[in-house]
């Protein structure tokens, strides 16, 4: 019999593989929403068997609201996969949220648009809403929390995390209303995923990396992706110790 998957990870921008990932094989699963952003990699991290896939593709090239959530998440589902992880580079808003800080956020505000985002629409029996309060589930997000302190990585226990559509980056004025709104930190990619997840029942908690201070904070005047890349390879080691001491 396949030994059940309990955790996935789904990798941004600076994870596109794990080391000390001891890689078993790669799937394609074809799904009918289309495909995933790439095979699913069945991978060995210490004792634990877990899946990984590239949010972004294995080359980095599917852009943050081209991202095929829906094959993501039911392809998941249907690997058997219990608990997503979703690693996910921010921009910094409020004061805390400096950039190479890791962050376990608790709750979202979606500011995205034209996405495909739910599984329910069509060949319903009655119409179904979820309840999304929580967006995040709390006994993984305190799991991840857990990992921080067994892997001595200090983390940020919760933030708002403010969901924009992208490609580009925020106005000044954008993130100002978004600090009003009561964001924390700005980023492209939680939503839909963190709501088709719970249409999934698939657990789900996030990892923020904060690449960049959001635009117009702390002095940010012109956000380089050169930092941004440089912010994310430096705290890659710590996520790869987070998710080492998380799934074993
Ligand atoms: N805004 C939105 N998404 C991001 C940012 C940002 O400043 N940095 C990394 N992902």
């Not at 955790?7 to 921008?13: L, M, N, S």
């Amino acid at each position: 019999m396949m030994d059940t998957i309990e955790f996935a990870v789904i990798g941004g921008t600076g994870l596109t593989e794990i080391a000390g990932l001891e890689i078993i094989h790669r799937e394609v699963v074809h799904t009918p929403y289309g495909e995933p952003s790439g095979q699913f990699t069945h991978g060995q991290l210490g004792a634990k068997r877990i899946l990984f896939l590239a949010r972004h593709g294995y080359a980095h090239s599917i852009p943050p609201h081209k991202v095929n959530y829906r094959a993501n998440i039911w392809a998941l589902r249907s690997l058997g996969v219990k608990k997503i992880v979703a690693v996910a580079a921010v921009g910094g808003i409020s004061a805390a949220m400096a950039p190479r800080r890791i962050i376990v956020p608790d709750q979202i505000i979606d500011y995205t648009s034209a996405r495909a985002h739910t599984f329910f629409e069509e060949g319903l029996t009655s119409v179904t809403h979820i309840d999304f309060s929580q967006p995040y589930t709390e006994s993984l997000r305190q799991a991840l929390l857990a990992a921080g302190q067994s892997a001595g990585v200090p983390l940020i226990a919760g933030g708002v995390y403010g969901a924009t559509q992208g490609p580009r980056l925020e106005t000044a004025a954008e993130i100002s209303r978004l600090e009003r709104d009561g964001c924390d930190l700005v980023g492209m990619t939680a939503m839909p995923e963190a709501s088709l997840a719970r249409e999934a029942g698939i657990d789900y908690a996030s990892y923020n990396v904060v690449a960049n201070w959001a635009a117009g904070k702390q002095g940010a005047e012109v956000i380089s992706l050169d930092d941004i890349y440089e912010n994310l390879s430096a705290s890659m080691s710590q996520v790869r110790s987070l998710l080492t001491a998380l799934v074993c």
